[in-house]
């Protein structure tokens, strides 16, 4: 079974509805991360959350919310989405400690916004 | 301003033939440098985390080495199955452990 699950896989929906993205994991991570990933820009953070009552924001944050529902959950909302929100949007995990955490990531979801 | 970059964009390799990738990245103190494969249509797989300047890591046909400047994915006697998207990512040491990800190289290994 995969360590991180993200659902749904894949989501069309149209401009200006609300969606939300779902994470778990199942590492046992108590970091959690959101990236999206267009073509020609690779990976940016959107946001990401240390611990259950943590909550940061990442260099694209704007459009976007976030929900850290237990230490294995984790979901990203687009509370009106846009069209140039289309995009893979992937989940990561890391544990805490170390010289540097490596980040594991989730299948990712395809949104398109229409 | 951190950045990551990767080259070359695409490569296409006959099998067997050895090639290296590249990552050049200027971050204030690396904390540590990692690279990732990712197939079409999924997410980054973890392959590597180098620390410090002089460091190497091998896996099957892989090994990625680590200067003050940039870093090499050597690929040896490639493979097929080899073929992805490789992404080379800095964190920057102080940080909250935020990654900042390279664009990628795409390779591509033909029989």
């Known amino acids: 079974d995969a360590d991180v699950t993200q659902t749904p896989r894949n989501r069309i929906t149209k401009t200006g509805k609300r969606i939300m993205l779902e994470c778990s994991q199942t590492?046992?991570?108590?970091?959690m991360y959101w990236y999206r990933q267009d073509p020609g820009l690779g990976l940016r953070l959107i946001y990401y959350s240390f611990d259950v009552k943590d909550i940061n924001k990442g260099e694209i944050s704007d459009g976007y919310s976030v929900s850290r529902q237990a230490q294995a959950k984790f979901s990203l909302s687009l509370e009106s989405a846009i069209p140039n929100q289309t995009a893979l949007y992937f989940c990561?995990?890391?544990?805490?400690?170390?010289?540097?955490?490596?980040?594991?990531f989730g299948p990712g979801t395809r949104l398109t916004v229409l | 301003e951190d950045q990551v970059t990767q080259s070359p964009e695409a490569l296409r390799l006959q099998e067997g033939e050895s090639s290296s990738l590249n990552c050049s990245y200027t971050?204030?103190?690396?904390?540590?440098l990692f690279w990732y494969r990712q197939d079409p249509g999924k997410g980054p797989e973890f392959l590597f985390t180098?620390?410090?300047a002089g460091e190497e890591k091998e896996k099957e046909r892989l090994k990625a080495t680590l200067t003050k400047k940039e870093s090499f994915l050597h690929i040896t006697a490639p493979k097929p199955e080899d073929s992805a998207t490789y992404l080379c990512?800095?964190?920057?040491?102080?940080?909250?452990?935020?990654?900042?990800f390279g664009t990628g190289t795409l390779l591509a290994v033909q029989p």
């Open positions: 990561a995990t890391s544990a805490t400690g170390g010289m540097a955490d490596t980040q594991y």
């Open positions: 180098l620390y410090s």
């Open positions: 590492k046992g991570h108590d970091r």
């Open positions: 990512a800095a964190s920057e040491a102080g940080a909250t452990n935020k990654l900042i």
């Open positions: 971050v204030s103190g690396l904390r540590g």
